[in-house]
């Protein structure tokens, strides 16, 4: 799915590979299943995941990132904000005080990945039941 000027507003997606792309715009997702990339040139991202296949790469230039993560999965987490800060209801190494980089492993392998890096905007990371 790709937006050159709008926002991205989905119910449900259960796909093996996915990909979101908003030019000017947000993107919301209320319940994600599979793999892929979501990318915000400027524009919030917020997906709350039902499983993760392999893997979710998500970026922000100029924007927020929120993502809502199920506790029955495991995951390695790493998340970059040049101009931001990363709070997360798991728990997280900082690579800092400013809070901007962090990592995790959560839960036991196999891992699923999940990648986040905005660059003007925080990356906030919810535990759901």
């Known amino acids: 799915m790709k937006t050159t000027s709008g926002n991205i507003n ?10 979101f792309n908003a030019s000017s715009g947000n993107i919301s ?4 299943e599979g793999s892929g990339n979501a990318h915000a040139t400027s524009g919030n991202i917020k997906i ?3 499983d993760i296949s392999d893997y979710s790469n998500i970026e922000s230039t ?3 990132i929120k993502i809502e993560i199920p506790e029955k999965i495991s995951f390695k987490f790493t998340g970059k904000c040049t101009s931001g800060d990363i709070h997360s209801d798991f728990h997280m190494d900082y690579e800092s005080e400013k809070k901007n980089e962090a990592y995790g492993k959560i839960g036991s392998a196999p891992y699923k990945k999940i990648n ?4 003007s905007g925080n990356i906030d990371v919810v535990k759901v039941p």
């Open 10 to 19: 989905v119910e449900k997606i259960d796909s093996k590979n996915y990909g």
């Open 29 to 32: 997702i209320d319940s994600l």
């Open 48 to 50: 709350r995941y039902k």
């Open 62 to 64: 100029s924007g927020n």
């Open 116 to 119: 986040t890096n905005t660059t």
